[in-house]
């Protein structure tokens, strides 16, 4: 099958809001508008991984990181979500638009958890951010 590009279904968005506010529910109901700027995310996600609030098996969780993370990046560098679908099923992507670049945020801090890695959130983002916008500039990627 060759690679597809959707939005994502009904069934689909669901999951992924509830990820988001799983994140997002960390903050005191008080203080949830935080999560809305650059700055509230990188800084709950941090905390959370500092913290080591999650287990390394919990992946549902870890991957609600990813959703997050993928917003920061969206967010700081105008990226799309898409759903890419494969021989290996269905993910959600982050796209820069009008282009084929696509990355997918879902399982970046969970490999690196589940490997016993330290994560650094803010160094993981900025590397992220370099990356995407190198390829933004190369002229051989459309």
Known sequence: MEQRIDVFSAEETVHIERQR??????????????YQSVQGKLR???????SDWIEPHETWKLQSLGITFG??????????????EDDNGRDPALRVPGTSILVYPLTVISK?????????????????????ERLRQDPEVD
């Open 21 to 34: 506010g799983w994140v997002r529910d960390h903050y005191d109901e008080e203080a949830r508008d935080k």
């Open 44 to 50: 709950l996600l941090d905390t959370i991984v500092r």
């Open 71 to 84: 917003d920061l990046l969206a967010q700081m560098l105008n990226l799309e979500w898409v759903m890419v």
């Open 112 to 132: 690196r958890i589940e490997r016993g890695e330290t994560v650094d959130v803010p160094e993981l983002l900025r590397e992220f951010a370099n990356g995407i």
